[in-house]
């Protein structure tokens, strides 16, 4: 999998929560507890069950049944802002917060965006410190710019570049492609 936010591979397994690992802990354990029950059960009344009319001693095996106990998890899963399929996989995925890529196949899409600037738009909207959304909203919309100017940049050159500033994005640009993405 690819981190959402930065592009970067994982293992799936490095995105489950210590709390989601717990819960799947629980619940795998009562599963083998419930399994290993039935089996032994059903041994004993293979082993011990039948009639032989030829024994000297005779057993009555009696089993219980095991009731499964229900597991709940013991945290809330967080809402999310996004919902999407990847127009290059067609995986679903959820995401919370500004990101880039699909965390399968790595793609970006304009929709990515277009999802970034709607979860900006509702923070700014329904915040009562509006100056602190603004602050927020600024440091995701400079997040956005630069998870596309670095994969614009990807495509002119090595150069990695740093684009949180307008102006040095411009002269990049310019530099390495000859264009000036700031024109009209």
């Keep these: 999998m690819f981190c959402p936010y930065c592009g970067e591979r994982y293992g799936k397994d ?3 929560t210590a709390e989601q690992r717990q819960y799947a802990r629980r619940v795998a354990k009562e599963k083998v507890t419930k399994y290993t029950h039935d089996e032994v059960n059903k041994m ?5 069950g ?15 049944k095991y009731h499964e106990r229900p597991i709940s998890a ?7 802002d996004s919902a999407l399929t990847c127009h290059e996989c067609s995986v679903r995925f959820q995401v919370d917060g ?11 899409q304009i929709r990515v965006y277009d999802a970034n600037l709607a979860i900006i738009r509702r923070e700014v909207e ?3 410190n509006t100056q602190r959304s603004l602050r927020h909203a600024y440091a995701d919309l400079v997040s ?14 090595t150069d990695k570049g740093q ?3 307008l102006e040095a994005t411009r002269q990049f640009f310019q530099d390495h492609s000859g264009v000036d993405v700031f024109s009209e």
């Design 44 to 48: 004993l009344r293979r082993a011990f």
């Design 144 to 157: 956005t710019f630069e998870l596309l100017c670095k994969r614009r940049a990807k495509k002119v050159t």
């Design 98 to 108: 500004i990101f880039g890529f699909c965390p399968k196949c790595k793609a970006q």
């Design 50 to 64: 039948g009639s032989s009319g030829n024994s000297l001693i005779k057993l009555t095996v009696k089993t219980s």
């Design 14 to 16: 490095e995105y489950i």
């Design 74 to 80: 013991h945290y809330r899963e967080r809402n999310v």
């Design 163 to 165: 684009f949180q500033s």
């Design 126 to 128: 329904h915040r009562s």
